[in-house]
């Protein structure tokens, strides 16, 4: 970045957390509390990426943000309540499904890095120190962090995209709301929905080591997207940092294998390198050299891995922005997979690059850098950012929009928040190609954005709090607002009213005039999905009256080229027939998922018989079903959902191997909005086994156990949470004074939408007593 925006940027970090959050952290960071932490194992023994013992818990400053609490009586942004914590020591019985606990007052050991200090939550964060990046260890890495989904193929593949798109999120300081593994309570979160008009998503920071959140790496994989951190030195201490590490080969080559680790282990895909600072002859020498270990490395490690140079420093080692590729910083170029150049280009540098030799056929590795925020003297910005594609793509260049957050960061109402976001977007497009995720059946949405006013579960609502977790983001549709022939026209947005599965659906709003005789068709997946040669399809939805949707299935030859362009590929239009209540197949299905349909929602099933077939796009098509006149529109759509009719069971799969340890008690009041008297507060990991690819999610439950007195029953199964991987911290669960006996338990919910039984589910129970002596 050039001077103006780093004097802005500066300037804007520092802002980013008002003084209201940094005095109630104060005073919670004061309080006299007892931390407490027990560390209980199961029988299993947890493998180096999930061990964290023995970790730093030396905090050097606050973290940007607190997490938000709801206050049940007034809804306000309140300090949470706290008498003391208490440690437990624990005595392991031989049957490794229970655990008994004796409380004890001690400090933790939990990793303030890793984990919320006042809350024990799981949380993200990079690293700022070159000490600190080369003492790193797997054995030390936060198991919450890790990405649970493998970037997934995608049509066309990135090296086949002639002008690719990337988005490098640089939004006030970094590791906010999403900073929470786990999500949070947020009342209007940002989040990222355009998933396939992108190719790479750079999570940006000013630490020297950002570390993508696994929430986005997640979300990103499911979308064919590539997912890079962060590593940026500036300033005189950059310089510094540089002289250490690019001193020899030995050093440079120690910091590239950490930063191969660390995307390694946490599953994210490479790494953008920042260098703003100047470099010694030493230094400069061995800057390519380093690029190269790396980028050579990174290939190696992590498949579809990517390495790219910001335009910063030149070959003299003078910090010299070019807003081009040229000769003075073409070596960097060289040694690695991209150039991410600075944002106050004019077209007159693009077309001289257009033309440059030193390119040498790598057009589409040249990303021209648009600064959203349009600071300094630059092409477009802000809403007017559709300008400077539009003379990029002139010129057959790639793009790097740098803080498109700018939509939610500069606009002070934050419920219109989709409608910003929407409007941006829908600006580019003409600018922008979509790419499909090439997928497997099942194929599964229900249009969740990975955040919403309340949580979902099969039409009703399950948590009544406002939240935001984008690892439960799901394949999204394609968002838009398009006129028609005839003065019809359509949109495609997301809403988060009313939803079938998580926080939101997707609602196609429109008008079909009097004139207008044929159905309305709305695009909603564009996509490759090989499909069965038998396939049942559902979709689930809402219409207005006065209308009838039907789905229409794009399909084409799958024993085509996949990276072929959708106009080089002839497309088949089908429509599934439509299943009646009294066909077998419905019945199965019905019986598989639990006939329960809630008021307003209808469900179709349909069948498809094709072989050889990979489907291309969803479409909607809306029809009139009255006389000629102008019809306005809607129908939310709540899931659509594909399957192989041969796989209609529920899979065998059990979970296995519960085990719950990192227990923390506390005395204060728990985070349920109905606690609001101080009791004994539980915090604990959970861990199990069960193939993550079968699940959309696991709910996480608990209930009171009545022990050997046969007067007092179980009580009901409470739920906790919702998981998206195999790891579970339970927080701030207020639970009976002891002695006490609960239970711990894990349901799985399988992609398929079938119901499992309950003997499939896991289990651990855990009993706790009073310290005797």
């Not at 964290?52 to 973290?63: S, T, Y």
């Not at 794009?554 to 009646?580: F, G, R, Y």
Request: hydrophobic residues 35%.
């Amino acid at each position: 970045m050039d001077n103006t925006l780093r004097g802005f940027l500066s300037n804007h970090n520092e802002g980013a957390v008002d003084g209201s959050v940094c005095c109630r952290w104060s005073c919670r960071r004061k309080s006299s509390l007892f931390l407490v932490h027990l560390s209980v194992c199961c029988f299993n023994a947890l493998s180096d990426k999930l061990i964290i013992m023995a970790l730093n818990a030396d905090v050097k400053k606050p973290l940007p943000l607190r997490r938000k609490r709801e206050d049940a009586a007034e809804g306000g942004d309140v300090p949470v309540k706290r008498e003391s914590r208490l440690e437990s020591r624990f005595d392991q019985p031989m049957d490794s499904g229970s655990i008994h606990e004796v409380i004890k007052f001690t400090s933790s050991p939990l990793s303030a890095k890793h984990y919320d200090v006042d809350t024990t939550e799981p949380i993200s964060g990079g690293l700022t120190t070159l000490d600190e990046l080369l003492s790193w260890k797997r054995s030390e890495a936060n198991p919450f962090n890790v990405a649970t989904i493998p970037l997934a193929p995608r049509v066309p593949p990135l090296a086949d995209c002639p002008r690719r798109t990337l988005v490098s999120h640089d939004m006030m300081g970094g590791y906010l709301d999403d900073r929470f593994v786990q999500g949070t309570h947020a009342e209007a979160p940002y989040s990222f929905y355009h998933w396939q008009h992108i190719d790479v998503f750079n999570y940006f920071t000013h630490l020297l080591v950002t570390i993508p959140p696994t929430m986005w790496t997640n979300t990103a994989h499911k979308h064919g997207v590539v997912m890079i951190g962060t590593f940026i030195t500036e300033w005189t201490d950059g310089a510094a940092t540089c002289e250490s590490f690019l001193k020899d080969e030995e050093s440079y080559r120690a910091v590239a294998d950490k930063l191969v680790q660390i995307s390694h282990c946490y599953g994210f895909d490479g790494w953008l390198i920042n260098i703003e600072n100047s470099l010694s002859e030493v230094a400069l020498k061995n800057t390519p050299l380093f690029l190269r270990y790396l980028t050579d490395q990174t290939h190696l490690r992590v498949p579809g891995g990517l390495v790219l140079w910001y335009d910063s420093v030149i070959d003299t080692g003078r910090l010299l922005w070019q807003n081009e590729l040229n000769q003075n910083n073409r070596m960097f170029f060289d040694a690695c997979d991209g150039f991410f150049t600075n944002y106050n280009w004019t077209e007159r540098n693009l077309e001289w690059m257009s033309n440059y030799s030193g390119i040498s056929g790598r057009q589409a590795d040249v990303y021209i850098g648009v600064d959203v925020f349009a600071r300094g003297t630059v092409v477009g910005g802000k809403f007017e950012t559709n300008q400077a594609l539009q003379v990029i793509r002139k010129h057959n260049f790639s793009v790097a929009l740098f803080a498109p957050g700018w939509v939610y960061e500069t606009h002070e109402d934050k419920s219109e928040f989709r409608k910003n976001q929407d409007k941006f977007w829908a600006l580019l497009s003409d600018y922008l190609y979509v790419h499909r995720p090439s997928l497997s059946l099942p194929f599964i949405s229900s249009f969740c954005q990975g955040f919403g006013k309340a949580l979902y579960w099969r039409g009703q609502r399950e948590t009544e709090r406002s939240w935001f977790n984008l690892s439960a983001q799901e394949i999204q549709p394609l968002y838009y607002h398009t006129e028609l022939e005839g003065g019809a026209w359509l949109q495609s947005r997301g809403c988060p009213d009313d939803a079938w599965n998580g926080g939101s659906s997707l609602l196609l709003d429109g008008l079909i005039p009097a004139a207008h005789t044929s159905p309305v068709c709305a695009k909603i997946f564009s996509l490759h999905v090989p499909l069965a040669a038998k396939t049942l399809v559902s979709v689930i939805y809402k219409p207005s009256a006065g209308i009838s949707v039907s789905l229409e299935l794009k399909t084409t030859d799958a024993s085509l080229c996949t990276h072929m362009d959708i106009q080089d590929v002839q497309l088949i239009s089908v429509t599934p027939e439509q299943l009646n209540e009294e066909q077998q197949l419905f019945k199965q299905f019905s019986q598989l998922c639990g006939s329960f349909i809630p008021s307003g929602w209808t469900v179709r099933c349909s069948q498809l018989e094709l072989r050889g077939c990979a489907l291309r796009e969803v479409c909607l098509s809306i029809r009139r079903d009255g006389e000629p006149e102008d019809t306005p529109f809607s129908c939310r759509l709540g899931q659509i959902m594909l399957l192989d009719i041969s796989s209609l069971q529920v899979p065998p799969e059990l979970i296995q191997g519960l085990c719950i340890y990192d227990v923390v008690w506390f005395r204060g009041v728990g985070s349920s909005l109905e606690s609001t008297s101080p009791g004994l507060i539980l915090n604990a990991t959970l861990r199990w086994d069960y193939p993550t690819h079968l699940v959309q999610h696991f709910r996480v439950y608990w209930r009171h156990l009545r022990g050997t007195d046969s007067r007092i029953p179980a009580g009901p199964l409470l739920l906790v949470g919702r998981a998206y991987s195999n790891l579970y911290r339970v927080t701030e669960l207020m639970v009976p004074e002891p002695p006490g006996l609960m239970e711990l338990v894990v349901e799985p919910v399988i992609r398929k939408d079938f119901q499992i039984p309950e003997n499939h589910w896991g289990r651990s129970s855990l009993s706790y007593t009073e310290d005797s002596t």
